[in-house]
Structure formats: structure tokens, C-alpha cells
């Protein structure tokens, strides 16, 4: 009874950590900008599950008691690093193509479902404000070639302004970074890498 239990626990995992690997995560992105106040919202969705759904406000700036600042330790910073470089530049040079390929799986790993760019812009000057905004009407024209790409610019030629709205939506699978990733661990030089780069905490901590 106990063995049955115990194989279906690790088989309901195997299924989540499978589920979390192929079905994509669902990344919205939207941020504002109107009459000087900033807003926006960070919401992550995976299988219709909300894993964040945030609201970003920039915070106003609030009287904070000075805390006193930890004292940096400078040279023994350049100690490790002087020692650290003779050891980290060849093993980096030949991760390299390592990393490459970490970025290309990612790359490949996105959907982009929307990204949608609004601009209100004034410079106070009718001239300046019609010849920057010509600028941005280039420049968007071109943009709005790529598949799901929605920009738009408005002048205002009256007033000084600067308001707008950016909305991403994207999908990301993480099977292929994972598996690149854990690839590209089982490289020696990749290993050893990281290794030294571990030297960098006890200057921090």
C-alpha cells in the first residue's frame, strides 16, 4: 500500500514538473503613463493558474531614516578578481558559444502574442514636435511590419507632454532552456566557470 502511494506521489510530479516544462507560461506586461503618474501591471499566468498578478505604481518618495551603509571592501575585491582572471577569461571565451546557445533556445522558446506602443508627445514647439513626430512615423512604419506589432504615435503640437501606453503579451516554454541548460552544465569549462565565479560572494556578503 505504501509502495502504490508512494509511485503515484512521484507520478503526480513527474506530470506537474512535465506540465511546467511544455505548457507555455503566459507573461502580460502593461505600463502607462498619463498626466504624470506612472502605472502598470505584471501578470504571469501558467494553465490558466495566476501565478502573479501584480500591480506596479511608482512609489512616491517617502522620508527614510538613514540606515548606516556597509562598509565596502574594495581591495579585497580587487584581490579576488586579480586572482580570479587568469583562471575565468579562457574558461569564458570558451563558454561562450555555450551561453550562445542558451540564448538562441530562449529566443526560440518566446511567442510573442502583442506588443502594442502608444506615444502622446508634445515638445512645446509646433515645429520641434512635427519634425520629431515625422521621425517616429518612419521608424513606425517599419516596426509595424513585424507580425503582432502595434505602435502608434499622436503629437501633440499645443503642449509640452509626454504620455503613453505598452502592452506585451508573450508565451515562454521552458522545456528547450531547461534541457539547453542542463546541457551546457555538463561542459568542463562552463563547471569551472561557475565555480570561480562563487569566489565573488564573500565579497558581497
Same mark, same amino acid.
Given at each position: 500500500?505504501?509502495?502504490?502511494?508512494?509511485?503515484?506521489?512521484?507520478?503526480?510530479?513527474?506530470?506537474?514538473?512535465?506540465?511546467?516544462?511544455?505548457?507555455?507560461?503566459?507573461?502580460?506586461?502593461?505600463?502607462?503613463?498619463?498626466?504624470?503618474?506612472?502605472?502598470?501591471?505584471?501578470?504571469?499566468?501558467?494553465?490558466?493558474?495566476?501565478?502573479?498578478?501584480?500591480?506596479?505604481?511608482? &512609489?512616491?518618495? *517617502? !522620508?527614510?531614516?538613514?540606515? &548606516?551603509?556597509?562598509?565596502?571592501?574594495?581591495?579585497?575585491?580587487?584581490?579576488?578578481?586579480?586572482?580570479?582572471?587568469?583562471?575565468?577569461?579562457?574558461?569564458?571565451?570558451?563558454?561562450?558559444?555555450?551561453?550562445?546557445?542558451?540564448?538562441?533556445?530562449?529566443?526560440?522558446?518566446?511567442?510573442?502574442?502583442?506588443?502594442?506602443?502608444?506615444?502622446?508627445?508634445?515638445?512645446?514647439?509646433?515645429?520641434?514636435?512635427?519634425?520629431?513626430?515625422?521621425?517616429?512615423?518612419?521608424?513606425?512604419?517599419?516596426?509595424?511590419?513585424?507580425?503582432?506589432?502595434?505602435?502608434?504615435?499622436? &503629437?501633440?503640437?499645443?503642449?509640452?507632454?509626454? *504620455?503613453?501606453?505598452?502592452?506585451?503579451?508573450?508565451?515562454?516554454?521552458?522545456?528547450?532552456?531547461?534541457?539547453?541548460?542542463? !546541457?551546457?552544465?555538463?561542459?568542463?569549462?562552463?563547471?569551472?566557470?561557475?565555480?570561480?565565479?562563487? !569566489?565573488?560572494?564573500?565579497?558581497?556578503?
Amino acid at each position: 500500500m505504501v509502495n502504490i502511494i508512494a509511485a503515484i506521489i512521484i507520478l503526480i510530479i513527474v506530470l506537474i514538473i512535465i506540465g511546467i516544462l511544455v505548457v507555455p507560461f503566459h507573461i502580460s506586461l502593461e505600463l502607462f503613463r498619463q498626466n504624470k503618474i506612472n502605472q502598470g501591471y505584471l501578470r504571469i499566468r501558467w494553465w490558466k493558474i495566476k501565478i502573479i498578478d501584480r500591480e506596479l505604481i511608482q &512609489p512616491e518618495k *517617502e !522620508k527614510k531614516e538613514k540606515k &548606516p551603509k556597509r562598509k565596502f571592501d574594495f581591495k579585497k575585491l580587487l584581490d579576488v578578481l586579480l586572482d580570479m582572471l587568469p583562471k575565468v577569461i579562457p574558461d569564458f571565451m570558451e563558454s561562450l558559444p555555450y551561453f550562445v546557445d542558451i540564448m538562441e533556445s530562449f529566443l526560440r522558446s518566446i511567442s510573442i502574442e502583442r506588443i502594442a506602443f502608444n506615444l502622446i508627445f508634445g515638445l512645446g514647439e509646433v515645429a520641434d514636435t512635427a519634425i520629431v513626430g515625422g521621425f517616429f512615423y518612419s521608424v513606425i512604419a517599419i516596426i509595424n511590419v513585424i507580425p503582432n506589432t502595434y505602435f502608434s504615435v499622436e &503629437p501633440d503640437l499645443r503642449n509640452e507632454r509626454l *504620455e503613453g501606453s505598452l502592452n506585451i503579451k508573450v508565451k515562454l516554454r521552458l522545456l528547450r532552456i531547461v534541457a539547453t541548460s542542463l !546541457k551546457v552544465l555538463t561542459k568542463r569549462p562552463v563547471r569551472s566557470l561557475l565555480w570561480e565565479l562563487r !569566489k565573488l560572494r564573500g565579497v558581497f556578503v
